[in-house]
């Protein structure tokens, strides 16, 4: 299964936060399992830590290290991606969520996150 974790999700793994559910981190750590960090998820971490909204115990470059070390895949921003999201509704307003969305559709992933709301967009999610 190709699952595209949301930011919040791969915060949670990689700082072992008790909020990830045992469930979803024995799916991540499955290794039949494809899984993929979007660089809007790393995007939108570096803002929100140099906003001082967001502390982690573990910065940037060493964060981008450890998807390597996990044997996680980046997504990048395809221009396909920009298409399909400014076709979505405006079920959700935040940039990087509809980013998200947009990606987990044109990928054909399934998402990873908490978030209910993406569920409108008709994706598979997974929590």
Known sequence: MKLLLDTHTF???VENDLNLPDK???EIENPVNEIYISV??????AVKVSLGKLAMT???????????ECGFFTLPI????IVRVSSLPFHHRDPFDRMLIA???CEKMTI???DGSFSEYHVD???
Do not use: C, G, M, N
């Open 11 to 13: 915060i949670w793994f």
């Open 24 to 26: 979803l981190k024995i």
């Open 40 to 45: 809007v998820s790393l995007w939108e971490i």
């Open 58 to 68: 573990i910065d940037i470059p060493k964060l981008i290290i450890k998807i390597e």
């Open 78 to 81: 395809l221009a396909e991606h």
């Open 103 to 105: 990606q987990t559709l």
């Open 112 to 114: 990873v996150s908490r």
């Open 125 to 127: 999610l997974l929590w």
